[in-house]
């Protein structure tokens, strides 16, 4: 590792807050794209679901 | 038919199929998933503790690995929905109006992580969060140019239609990408100018620049699933009153 201690890689001599938050930022928003587009695939293969079911 | 039909190979009609499109994209899902996962969790482990710091910014420089490939990314996606938005006018294709669609949500979300990484980049760099400087400037009206053709998509109920129309937008918007990569050039920008490049060698040494590239290609391979994902729930919205669909495991095996 590039830093001596765990501490070190938080603090990052004084740009830990930008650095982290902009990691926070990258994960956070592509987690959110992640899971709205697996609840948009839940929601439609439930309305597929019921139409199959409709059709039988 | 269309007069350009001879020149295409087959897999390419093959894809303007719904049913072929969901079939292939699903297996293609995981692969794509497990390739996302490994390389930005391999980037951003190795560009946050690993790399070594900047000489000149010190450690705000490994923001570097998420604004960047935002950054990159926001931009090919602005290309793969225009160029998507072609062929669906060319070939008639509305699997391409889907991927068309599939790529407005995800390119907004790219451009916004470059533009807020950027800012706060800016502040322990340029001590300010933002400039109007031709860069930020041009990449701001990027997330503007999202909206629109997310807004012009809304608008329009038919999706043929819509499919055409934000394909328009999309297509005269990208005017605006090589204004935002020349910009640092064109212009006397804050911003400094391109230190990476897929093509040309490195101008930085290796453990501060694989790091970058792992989260590039990443990023690109999320910017996959994410397409796929989306284009195959847009087909499942279409697709319901066929029969390929309605006796596919995925709706009968439940």
Redesign the interface.
Known sequence: ???NSLED?WL?????A??W???G???G??A???W???S??AQ??K???A??RR?K | MSSLDWRMPRWFHQMGSPKWFYEWGGRLQPWFALAALILLAWGMIWGLAFAPADYQQGNSFRIMYVHVPAAILSQSIFVTMALAGAIGIIWKMKVAFMVARSCIAIGATFTAIALLTGAIWGKPTWGTYWVWDARLTSTLVLLFLYAGVMALHQAISESQTAGKATAILALVGTINIPIIKYSVEWWNTLHQSSSFSLTEKPTMPAEMYVPLLLMVLGSYCLFALLVLMRTRTQILQTQSQTKWLTQHPDIEGV
């Open positions: 590792m590039f830093f890689l990052m001599s004084g740009h830990g930008f650095v938050s902009c990691y930022l990258f994960v928003l592509l959110l794209n992640v709205h587009s697996l948009q695939r439609a293969l309305q597929v679901r139409i199959a059709v």
